[in-house]
């Protein structure tokens, strides 16, 4: 079992910056950020392989977020810069059982909570 808890979101006006963390419990192999607006059905943001190797971004953000992780602290980041309104949602960290990197949200295992993130024109 896997533990995902993700940390620093908030308020941020357009243009700022914001880095999302994802503490796991465990040990987590491939790990994606998932982003969830009102309405809307939950997205990929991006994803990252077991050893950081491989990466995927969504194209809305593509040259904006950047996908990192630490092994060593079991933490995964989420580098947001360019931030736009639509960039606002409740973000997801998720983790699944496998190396390679997943795009699929059907295939993660476990889910944190979730942290909001609203971005202000």
């Known amino acids: 079992q896997v533990q995902l808890v993700e940390s620093g979101g908030g308020l941020v006006q357009a243009g700022g910056s914001l880095r999302l963390s994802c503490a796991a419990s465990?040990?987590?192999?491939?790990m994606g950020w998932f982003r969830q607006a009102p309405g809307k059905e939950r997205e990929i943001v991006a994803a990252?392989?077991?050893?950081?190797?491989?990466?995927y971004y969504a194209d809305s953000v593509t040259g904006r977020f950047t996908i990192s992780r630490d092994n060593a602290k079991n933490t995964v980041y989420l580098q947001m810069n360019s931030l736009k309104p639509e960039d606002t949602a409740v973000y997801y960290c998720?983790?699944?059982?496998?190396?390679?990197?997943?795009?699929?949200?059907?295939?993660?295992?476990?889910w944190g909570q979730g942290t909001q993130v609203t971005v202000s024109s």
């Open positions: 990252i392989s077991w050893r950081g190797g491989s990466t």
């Open positions: 998720a983790a699944a059982a496998t190396r390679v990197v997943v795009t699929t949200k059907s295939r993660y295992d476990y």
């Open positions: 465990g040990r987590a192999y491939a």
